[in-house]
């Protein structure tokens, strides 16, 4: 009978092979920690091997002593691995445990490094993106802008301006509400911001308006009329300036205007129809001009240029009451028309602006 020479189950290759774990899956944990696989080699024989010179080392793995050193000095500086003060120095191992401590201690702090760099980065980038953003939009003298975007520019230039806001005003109304306070415009006036509105004689009509530009005007707002604007536009600090390209589409395209020669001429327009246009008087000119209270709606409408009929509407009176009113205040500004009376009380309310 043949006997088959088998490995006894306690024979020293068995029990290596129960000892020594695989070299692959060892690796691959340490690879994770930042160990490359010959530190990992390199350290797995010191812990079995201890108190080892550098020569030695060198004999037992077969490598370079320039490479073993390498090896060796990244060892200790990850915690791994420390030698003695001899003059030839000898090598330890770290027990692992600590070993792993330190390793998991270095990868957080490395990590907490990267991720500050990372986010300086960011910070750096989008700075960088920022300006060139700015610099790309101070480019753009002229732009086109939706709805929502023009709602936004115009609550903007409001609360922005330091000086000056200009406006032409006619239909159709896009933003403002005539039945509502304007209170952006309200917030302008009391940073001391001068606020002037040139007004299209149509609006006169719209129910309600007259109203609305009283209540403007007595905040502090100059009012004129004219008869007739050729578009809409509301320029803040003759800087940046809103311009509704389709009268006819109240969600028409709106084009926006930044510092430039359009934007000069564009004031220059205003300024033009500005001198030209009558004033709207303020409740206290109108006060100071006919001496009662009651007439000074009836100086307004008439500086407005309202036929008799929307006058008439308006203050809720008959014709023959509206006839004699304007009978009184003509004597009273020693007019000998209508016409002239419409000019002297338009004159006043001039010069009482200017005072």
């Known amino acids: 009978m043949r006997v088959t020479k088998s490995t006894k189950p306690g024979s ?31 350290y797995r024989m010191l812990l079995r091997c201890e108190g080892l010179c550098i020569a030695q080392i060198t004999s037992k793995l077969g490598a370079s002593a320039r490479a073993i050193a390498s090896s060796l000095r990244a060892l200790e500086g990850k915690g791994m691995v420390t030698h003695s003060p001899d003059r030839v120095p000898r090598y330890y191992a770290v027990p692992p445990d600590i070993a792993i401590e330190a390793l998991i201690a270095k990868s957080q702090l490395d990590e907490e490094l990267r991720q500050r ?17 700015h610099a790309v939009a101070d480019e753009r003298l002229v732009e086109i ?13 409001h609360r922005t301006a330091q000086v000056e ?50 209540d403007n005007t007595a905040h502090g707002e100059e009012c004129r009329i004219a008869a007739s604007l050729p578009f809409k536009l509301i320029v803040a600090d003759r ?29 220059e327009v205003f300024e033009l129809l500005w001198r030209n246009a009558t004033p709207f008087p303020s409740s206290d000119t109108e006060q100071a001009t006919s001496g009662r209270r009651r007439s000074m709606p009836l100086l307004s409408l008439l500086t ?7 006058i008439e509407l308006e203050l809720g009176m008959s014709h023959r009451t509206l006839a004699r009113r304007i009978s ?28």
């Open 239 to 267: 800087r940046i300036a809103i311009i509704p390209l389709d009268l006819r589409r109240p969600d028409g395209p709106v084009l926006l205007v930044r510092s430039s020669s359009l934007l000069d001429a564009l004031c």
């Open 304 to 310: 407005s240029g309202l036929n008799d009929k929307a």
């Open 117 to 133: 760099n990372a986010r300086a980065a960011v910070a750096k980038l989008s700075a960088m993106g920022a300006a060139a953003a």
């Open 12 to 42: 020293p290759k068995q029990r290596a092979s129960r000892k020594a774990p695989s070299s692959h899956a060892v690796s691959r944990v340490l690879d994770g920690m930042g160990v490359t696989q010959a530190e990992e080699q390199l």
């Open 165 to 214: 806001m200009i406006s032409l005003t006619r239909r159709p109304m896009l933003i403002s509400n005539v039945n509502e306070p304007d209170h952006l415009l309200f917030q302008c006036l009391e940073r001391g911001v001068r606020c002037r509105a040139l007004i299209d004689a149509d609006l006169l009509g719209m129910p309600g308006w007259l109203e609305h530009m009283r």
């Open 328 to 355: 009184e205040l003509m004597e009273e500004f020693g007019a000998a028309t209508r016409c002239q009376l419409g000019f002297l009380a338009a004159q006043r309310a001039a010069d009482a602006s200017i005072r």
């Open 145 to 157: 802008l939706s709805p929502e975007a023009t709602a936004q520019m115009f609550a903007q230039m």
